[in-house]
């Protein structure tokens, strides 16, 4: 199983940017699926998640701005960012709970997400 994220970029503060998250593979079933972000020198933290049935959760400091959702058909998972703020910059990485051979919990590789003021 492979994530693949995608739709980082350079922003001015206030824009927007949608990141998006492909998974494939010999996958049977996906669960909950996330987005975590990476500041430079700052550890991992959760940004939002997602279960199967469509149930959402939010870090404090992006309720309101970011807005996750997923297409199960297409085994993709999204994050639309509005009101985007240089404290936003980082690196965004996608996180699954993947039933496919064995059950195992995958990360992508990161998209680069920077917000200039």
């Known amino acids: 199983v492979q994530l693949q994220a995608s739709g980082g970029g350079l922003v001015q503060a206030g824009g927007s940017l949608r990141l998006s998250c492909v998974a494939s593979?010999?996958?049977?079933?996906?669960?909950?699926m996330g987005w975590y972000r990476q500041a430079t020198g700052k550890q991992r933290e959760l940004v939002a998640t997602?279960?199967?049935?469509?149930?959402?959760n939010y870090a404090d400091s992006v309720k309101g701005r970011f807005a996750i959702s997923r297409d199960n058909a297409k085994s993709t998972l999204y994050l639309q960012m509005n009101g985007l703020k240089p404290e936003d910059t980082a690196a965004y990485y996608c996180?699954?709970?993947?039933?496919?051979?064995?059950?195992?919990?995958?990360w992508g590789q990161g998209t680069q997400v920077t917000v200039s003021s």
């Open positions: 593979g010999r996958i049977l079933r996906i669960n909950d």
């Open positions: 997602i279960t199967s049935g469509g149930a959402t």
């Open positions: 996180n699954a709970d993947v039933w496919g051979v064995v059950r195992g919990t995958y």
